[in-house]
């Protein structure tokens, strides 16, 4: 009896044991991974993409695809989604996944590439009828492969349509060469909407008990401008640093000028008060920030934070001034002389009694 007993305590401790190592590997992943999608449902997409992925997951059939956007809005993950619907169990053994780390050369065209379309699909026969007749081929960041390699994928796509297919993921679709992309169904997906970001990030601050306020998560959603990922990179890491997500604990972290001084700054502007808004302009270049970072930030706060200061035609008027500044900034000319010359052109009252007196008569 007193065997037994000991025997039994020690499998409690073994299972105490495992459960608290499993707690504290989920402690150490990061949340982008940790809140990875995993299904198509879990995607932050447009109604119509969304629907055009659940009738690929009803039919078990994926055509070709081309995914194309800006960095952090689920283009990698919207192909991992779709070969976990379609192949189930057997993801794995049927999924060959090629990142922007991995050698996309010819070489590797031959080596991996094709030997992997020449692959039998790895499913037992009993299942056949319940998953995907195909095999996935995963290209991330494809615009960044050479036009060589391109072209072997191209006959490969031919070779092997009716037992793999092949989905890409580019920034920019006109890098991959037509006689691919007439092949493909192309996805081109847009920045995130303010209101996906707000809510995925506000469901993670719950899921991991993050005391935070309004003004926080609505200085992460315009540090991330759509992107998810670094929306929610920045959610963990305020957490980690300070324990408590405000606006002024973001850009801390993020070391971007504070929306509420360029506001400001707006503000003297559009009074017509060039010295004032120049005080505040030298603060921040005294602060340590480049040209690049100030234009970006004006750019921005007028288009997330201005509504209620500034009227849209004044509004589309300074994002011209500032976008024609953030050009020339852009080609190496970062001098406080250009930022100067944004600001006045901003204080100019001229332009601004023709907009009004247009839009009141």
């Not at 991330?140 to 009716?162: C, F, G, P, S, V």
Request: aromatic share 6%; charged share 30%.
């Amino acid at each position: 009896k007193n065997k037994n007993k000991n025997k039994n305590k020690n499998k409690n401790k073994n299972k105490n044991k495992n459960k608290n190592k499993n707690k504290n590997k989920n402690n150490y992943i990061p949340w982008v991974e940790k809140y990875r999608p995993k299904n198509i449902n879990d995607l932050e997409l447009n109604i119509s993409t969304l629907n055009k992925l659940r009738k690929m997951s009803i039919e078990k059939d994926m055509p070709n695809l081309i995914i194309t956007g800006m960095p952090g809005i689920g283009k990698t993950t919207t192909i991992q989604c779709i070969s976990r619907e379609l192949l189930g169990p057997y993801t794995k053994d049927n999924v060959l996944e090629l990142n922007a780390s991995d050698d996309r050369g010819i070489k590797a065209v031959h080596e991996n590439i094709i030997h992997f379309c020449r692959k039998k699909i790895n499913i037992p026969e009993k299942e056949k009828s319940k998953y995907a007749k195909h095999k996935i081929i995963l290209l991330d960041e494809a615009d960044n492969m050479t036009k060589k390699a391109q072209q072997l994928i191209n006959n490969l796509i031919e070779k092997y349509r009716h037992t793999t297919r092949f989905g890409f993921t580019c920034n920019n679709s006109s890098d991959i060469i037509e006689s691919i992309q007439s092949r493909c169904i192309i996805f081109r997906y847009k920045r995130l909407n303010k209101e996906h970001v707000k809510n995925k990030i506000i469901k993670i601050a719950k899921k991991e008990d993050v005391p935070y306020d309004d003004g926080g998560i609505n200085s992460i959603i315009i540090n991330s401008q759509g992107d998810m990922r670094q929306a929610i990179n920045c959610l963990q890491l305020t957490f980690d640093g300070y324990k408590f997500i405000n606006s002024d604990n973001v850009f801390k972290l993020c070391d971007k000028p504070h929306p509420i001084v360029i506001i400001n700054i707006f503000k003297h502007c559009y009074n017509n008060s060039p010295k004032e808004a120049l005080i505040k302009l030298k603060s921040l270049w005294d602060d340590g920030f480049s040209g690049s970072d100030l234009v970006l930030s004006m750019i921005n706060t007028i288009k997330l934070m201005c509504d209620d200061i500034i009227p849209i035609e004044i509004k589309i008027r300074y994002l011209e001034i500032i976008t024609k500044t953030c050009m020339i900034i852009s080609k190496g000319i970062d001098t406080r002389l250009q930022l100067t010359g944004c600001i006045l052109h901003l204080c100019n009252p001229s332009y601004k009694q023709e907009i009004l007196s247009d839009h009141y008569i």
